[in-house]
């Protein structure tokens, strides 16, 4: 490291701090989509949580942009919501864009820059009961969405996310059954997963044939899978079988236009082909791969390492383990596709805050390790900016930079909070900053002194 490194990890002139939110889980009353609906019933949720009021931003997002603006952040990724803007089929609602105007309109006059995410999760209600993903419709459908949202903001907004997480997306509600619309069905999960890469390259046509400046991509939930026993050769294979369904079937598909199996036999879609402009990642931990003969969870069953450090726990069990050097890995793996990469997600739940102020950093100095050996990376959003609603998690999991009481909307912000905002308006990490919130990582971050 040399003298002008040794008191700060400096991020490139430009880079992108922010946070990212999505529409269901932060604006509030969003009744038209079938989220709103599955979390009525009873047992869906965990305490019973209601997503509700959320945090309130469909009344009132910009309070929590000026505090964005305060923490020195310049860009914010967020969401809109299909339901909203198309609450019945072929009919628009000027009233709810006229909204999201509003929204991305103080974002730029707050300096930050936005992400728009077109679909997170959520679909209208007409949608879903004409079969939603599972039809070829949608294919349509989305089309004509896309259409009339980036027709009424690419004037406001030049970074597209056509759809975040597919493989979460489909696996909760398909293949695991446990978020709607609740099918274990593993034939309705693949044509799922056809019909959003196809939407994706619909959409990134769409996209561009209205904004041809426009940066479009998609965010993809991307795990580091490592075999449980490096020497054991089906371990390593069904570590790779992960990785393949995870990552390669999507981005290779989306590189030069051909549906890879299992979601077709290299059946070729033009307005697939070179439909990345970036490529979107959320990171939030690695995993080990141990072989099954089982076929369902693909060959291989996922586990931490025994003596791990994991973050607050959910429902179901165990979040995230600690694997910041994952992020490397996954960053550099990436390089093949020569576009560039931005952090999309990255994060952890931790409603006392001992744990995420050493996380992030943990992980930003393996971000920071990786564009210093060449990697383009153009950005980093925090999940996310204050408490939300998380989906079948409801209000159990923190993830918020700022704290967030539902009940009376009453913000308070974490000392990770005011860490992230000293990072952004440094654009980087300093000695002193380290020694402060982290004094365990001063020797890996910066060696001894």
């Known amino acids: 490291m040399n003298e002008a490194d040794s008191n700060m990890l400096q991020f490139p002139q430009g880079f992108l701090w922010g946070t990212a939110t999505s529409a269901h889980q932060v604006e509030g009353n969003n ?14 949720v965990w305490n ?3 997503s509700a009021l959320a945090c309130d931003w469909w009344r009132s997002a910009e309070q929590d942009f000026a505090r964005m603006q305060q923490m020195h952040f310049n860009t914010h990724r967020l969401s809109i919501e299909w339901s909203r803007v198309e609450p019945q089929p072929g009919q628009f609602d000027p009233a709810a864009i006229d909204r999201y105007r509003e929204m991305l309109s103080d974002l730029h006059t707050r300096g930050m820059r936005p992400m728009v995410t077109l679909h997170h999760f959520t679909n209208p209600l007409w949608l879903e009961r004409a079969g939603g993903w599972e039809q070829p419709e949608v294919l349509t459908r989305f089309q004509g969405y896309v259409r009339y949202a980036v027709s009424a903001l690419h004037d406001l907004c030049d970074l597209w996310l056509t759809v975040n997480e597919p493989l979460v997306y489909l696996a909760q509600g ?13 034939p309705a999960a693949l044509r799922v997963y056809r019909h959003l890469l196809l939407a994706h390259g619909i959409g990134y046509q769409t996209i561009h044939s209205l904004q041809p400046e426009a940066n479009v991509g998609a965010a993809l939930a991307i795990r580091h899978f490592q075999p449980s026993n490096p020497q054991r050769r089906l371990d ?54 141990r072989f099954t003969p089982d076929p369902r969870p693909l060959f291989g069953r996922e586990h931490y390492a025994p003596d791990a450090e994991f973050s607050d726990s959910g429902w179901r069990g165990i979040y995230s383990q600690f694997a910041p050097e994952g992020l490397y890995e996954v960053v550099r793996e990436l390089e093949c596709y020569d576009v560039p990469i931005y952090i999309t997600e990255n994060g952890l739940p931790d409603s006392d805050d001992d744990q995420r102020p050493r996380w992030l950093l943990a992980h930003l100095s393996q971000l920071h390790r990786a564009i210093r050996a060449g990697s383009d990376v153009r950005s980093y959003y925090h999940w996310t900016f204050t408490d939300n609603f998380e989906w079948s998690e409801g209000w159990g999991l923190r993830f918020g930079l700022i704290d967030l009481d539902p009940a009376t909307q009453v913000r308070t912000v974490r000392p990770s909070g005011h860490m992230m905002a000293e990072i952004a308006a440094a654009n980087g990490i300093s000695r002193d900053l380290v020694s402060r919130y982290a004094p365990e990582l001063l020797a890996p971050l910066f060696g001894q002194s």
């Open 236 to 289: 390593r294979l069904a570590a790779g079988i992960k990785r393949y369904v995870g990552e390669d079937v999507w981005l290779r598909s989306v590189a030069d236009g051909r549906i890879r199996l299992p979601l077709g036999v290299n059946d070729y879609h033009h307005a697939l082909a070179h439909s990345m402009d970036f490529i979107g990642v959320n990171y939030y931990t690695s995993d080990l791969v």
């Open 31 to 44: 009744t038209n989509n079938q989220w709103w609906e599955w979390e009525q019933l009873p047992g869906k």
């Open 48 to 50: 019973g949580d209601r």
């Open 174 to 186: 398909w293949f695991r059954g446990i978020w709607p619309p609740e099918k274990p069905l593993a």
